[in-house]
């Protein structure tokens, strides 16, 4: 979304990056929901999010992923290898949680960069909660995304104040 | 005598995923968590490749490279940056700094290891 056609477009952005990162990631394929109000098993469940701050002289902001557990889980199984007990350590999955939302925030800057908003990532932090939604803080501008990875919902929003000229 | 190779990521995800994937291959894998244990386990360990990530808390992968590079006995040593961030500003910041290559997160897995098999002889263990 964008208030001024100058702006980039912040919907496209979260789009590309989660493709490019979930699409290189695995072999899973990645597809838009049918339905913006259709619920998959999973929504309902546990959530993890991480959110990574971008700072930048032309703008700052943050980018939030929202993960259901069960696809953190699948992912650390993926990635390391580990199972059973070990891979589903809290503090891996919210390791894990926080490296791919910095990837997803890593792909999201370098569009940014190339649409004129160049910006550094901060360190991510992640939180979990159970099927709340990401909130907009009061005056961002921002753009979301959501894509279902095997039943997962995977949401993707990036809020962000442009500075006063 | 084995390549010995230094992992440094705070995220232990991608350290486990480095260990997974260098275990087939006759090397050695160390690991630090951030760029000032970085430096005191390259100090030690002399290894022959550094897979150093690019942002980390306490000493970021750029703050530790310069480090690298000012001290005499392991300037020396071949760097393969992970970057998360593909933005050219960053890539050209991590090319002025002399790092043999770079890779940016995530990967495909043969990808970073063909870049790593160009720096350090990579050969599969015998089966037991």
Do not use: W
Request: charged share 20%.
């Amino acid at each position: 979304m964008t208030l001024a056609s100058s702006k980039p477009d912040l919907r496209r952005i979260c789009e590309n990056a989660f493709v490019e990162v979930f699409g290189t990631l695995s072999s899973l394929s990645a597809t838009a929901p049918k339905s913006a109000s259709k619920s998959s098993a999973s929504e309902t469940l546990d959530q993890i999010t991480s959110s990574v701050p971008l700072t930048g002289q032309r703008l700052s902001g943050v980018v939030y992923v929202q993960f259901p557990q069960a696809f953190v889980t699948q992912a650390v199984r993926l990635l390391t290898g580990l199972d059973g007990e070990a891979g589903n350590a809290n503090a891996l999955q919210e390791d894990a949680a926080g490296e791919l939302a910095n990837m997803v925030a890593g792909r999201v800057a370098a569009q940014l960069a190339t649409d004129g908003y160049p910006c550094k990532l901060g360190t991510p932090s992640v939180s979990r909660s159970r099927g709340s939604p990401i909130e907009i803080q009061p005056g961002v501008h921002h753009g979301r995304t959501d894509l279902i990875f095997e039943g997962h919902r995977l949401s993707l929003e990036l809020q962000c104040h442009y500075a006063v000229p | 005598m084995m390549p010995k190779i230094l992992s440094i990521d705070d995220s232990r995800t991608i350290r486990l995923l480095l260990a997974r994937l260098f275990r087939p291959f006759a090397c050695e894998l160390v690991e630090a968590a951030n760029g000032e244990e970085g430096l005191a386990v390259a100090e030690r360990e002399k290894p022959d490749l550094i897979i150093l990530d690019y942002n980390m808390p306490v000493m970021d992968g750029i703050t530790m490279l310069r480090k690298l590079r000012e001290d005499a006995g392991l300037k020396g040593t071949p760097v393969l940056m992970l970057t998360a961030d593909s933005g050219l500003q960053s890539l050209a910041t991590v090319a002025r700094l002399g790092v043999r290559d770079y890779v940016i997160k995530p990967f495909q897995e043969q990808e970073l290891l063909a870049k790593a098999g160009r720096i350090i002889p990579l050969i599969l263990r015998a089966e037991p």
